[in-house]
């Protein structure tokens, strides 16, 4: 079975830029999650999605942050303008049930 | 609302035991997670356990939950130095919607 891809793995942009991340989670799996993790943190949910509606966004700073999740499969997470302080580690996670989350590797962003 | 709380480090010799504590808050909780996370990985699910079970064991790993004091604990049997890593402890209601999860705790396994 392969795992929950995300892309890029890396990605260094100057505040008030743009940037946008990618997930594909496991065939099959309804629910898609966002997840934020900065250094040091455990993982804070951002935003998620039950096939291709919202589920919960309420942690999802909605000035800057957004997010889609097109035909029920993929999704993007794009943050526009860029702040210092959202430098972390962009988590996407796919799951069948409440049985636990397959997670992809991340996608560590910096912003400087 | 709801919290989950660990130590921050735990250091252990090779082939001793390591036990890795986590407390939570949400008296609702239905599914209490242990996940790993190496460096540069994302998180990968050890186990599980349902708030109707007081303890699971899978290989090295035993779980055991304390409802009544909110207690959940991950014990794993002759560390070795591959299993060195941050783990977190998660909890979610129904479904396993809203996970909420601790901030970790990185075990330092000594050869």
């Known amino acids: 079975e392969a795992g929950v891809a995300q892309s890029p793995r890396y990605k260094i942009i100057e505040k008030r830029q743009s940037v946008a991340f990618w997930c594909n989670p496991i065939?099959?799996?309804?629910?898609l999650y966002w997840y934020q993790q900065i250094l040091g943190q455990g993982p804070k949910l951002l935003i998620q999605?039950?096939?291709?509606?919202?589920?919960?966004d309420s942690q999802l700073p909605k000035d800057r942050f957004s997010a889609e999740r097109l035909k029920g499969v993929d999704s993007t997470l794009k943050i526009q303008p860029a702040k210092l302080e959202d430098s972390a580690v962009y988590l996407c996670?796919?799951?069948?049930?409440?049985?636990?989350?397959?997670f992809g590797s991340g996608t560590r962003l910096t912003v400087v | 609302g709801e919290d989950v709380e660990q130590s921050l480090f735990l250091s252990v010799r090779e082939g001793d035991s390591s036990v890795i504590n986590c407390t939570y808050t949400d008296s609702s909780s239905t599914y209490l997670y242990w996940y790993k996370q190496e460096p540069g990985a994302g998180l990968q699910l050890l186990t599980y356990?349902?708030?109707?079970?007081d303890m699971k064991q899978d290989q090295r790993l035993t779980v055991l939950l304390n409802k009544k004091d909110k207690h959940l604990s991950l014990r794993i049997a002759d560390t070795q130095t591959g299993d060195s890593a941050i783990y977190f402890c998660?909890?979610?209601?129904?479904?396993?919607?809203?996970?909420?999860f601790g901030a970790g705790t990185r075990l330092f396994v000594k050869a």
């Open positions: 065939s099959g799996h309804a629910t």
């Open positions: 998660a909890e979610s209601n129904t479904g396993g919607f809203k996970t909420i």
């Open positions: 356990i349902f708030s109707n079970m």
């Open positions: 999605f039950q096939n291709n509606g919202v589920v919960d």
């Open positions: 996670a796919s799951s069948p049930t409440g049985e636990g989350y397959t």
